[in-house]
T-cell receptor, first 107, second 116 residues
Framework: DAKTTQPPSMDCAEGRAANLPCNHS???????VYWYRQIHSQGPQYIIH???NNETNEMASLIITEDRKSSTLILPHATLRDTAVYYC????????FGAGTRLTVKP | GAVVSQHPSWVICKSGTSVKIECRSL??????MFWYRQFPKQSLMLMAT?????????EQGVEKDKFLINHASLTLSTLTVTSAHPEDSSFYIC????????????FGEGSWLTVV
């Protein structure tokens, strides 16, 4: 599976949009982009995934560039409960985690 | 999303004993399950992948005789840490996927193991 690169940490003001970037320049044609988050001492929570097109659900939006070499997860109105480590993973079969981005939402 | 449950949530065991952690998919058939462990302030590390009815495939450096994985049904996988030592103390997390999970992997809540 392709490797991803994410910034180690980001801050966001409560109520504002949080935009979390991810680079996956070696992604192959059949690999999906998945986003999970892990709140302290819990198992990872699925957020969203996509292949080529942008995706939106009740939690977030996923923007994938046309060349698929990068993506952005958008939390439209961040709350304090969105503070977590966010993982961007590209996969076909199994799932391997990088270091992720520690997002801190501040009041 | 689909529900994956782990039990126990936390366990303390004596050094040299064995401990079993269960992972259940509650609302879908889990043809594939994964086991991870996570040390404090680190990311999740994949330990092994198991397909229902088959032997687990272990990642390099993970001792298969120490971490016994059984995936005998479509809803249950177990991880047994044998002859546990304090360095096995960690957060163990399972995940599962199946034909009805949309190829999405869902994670359990995790199990804290402390070996004293």
């Amino acid at each position: 599976d392709a490797k991803t690169t994410q910034p180690p940490s980001m801050d966001c003001a409560e109520g504002r949009a949080a935009n979390l970037p991810c680079n996956h320049s070696t992604i192959s044609g059949n690999e999906y982009v998945y986003w999970y988050r892990q709140i302290h001492s819990q198992g990872p929570q699925y957020i969203i995934h996509g292949l080529k097109n942008n995706e939106t659900n009740e939690m977030a939006s996923l923007i994938i560039t046309e060349d698929r070499k990068s993506s952005t997860l958008i939390l439209p109105h961040a709350t304090l409960r969105d503070t977590a480590v966010y993982y961007c993973i590209v996969r076909v079969s199994d799932m391997r985690f990088g270091a992720g981005t520690r997002l801190t939402v501040k009041p | 999303g689909a529900v994956v449950s782990q039990h126990p949530s936390w366990v303390i065991c004596k050094s040299g004993t064995s401990v079993k952690i269960e992972c259940r998919s509650l609302d879908f058939q889990a043809t594939t399950m994964f086991w991870y462990r996570q040390f404090p302030k680190q990311s999740l590390m994949l330990m092994a992948t198991s397909n229902e009815g088959s032997k687990a495939t272990y990642e390099q450096g993970v001792e298969k005789d120490k971490f016994l994985i059984n995936h005998a049904s479509l809803t249950l996988s177990t991880l047994t840490v044998t002859s546990a030592h304090p360095e096995d103390s960690s957060f163990y997390i399972c995940s599962a996927m199946g034909p009805n999970s949309g190829n999405t992997i869902y994670f359990g809540e995790g199990s804290w193991l402390t070996v004293v």
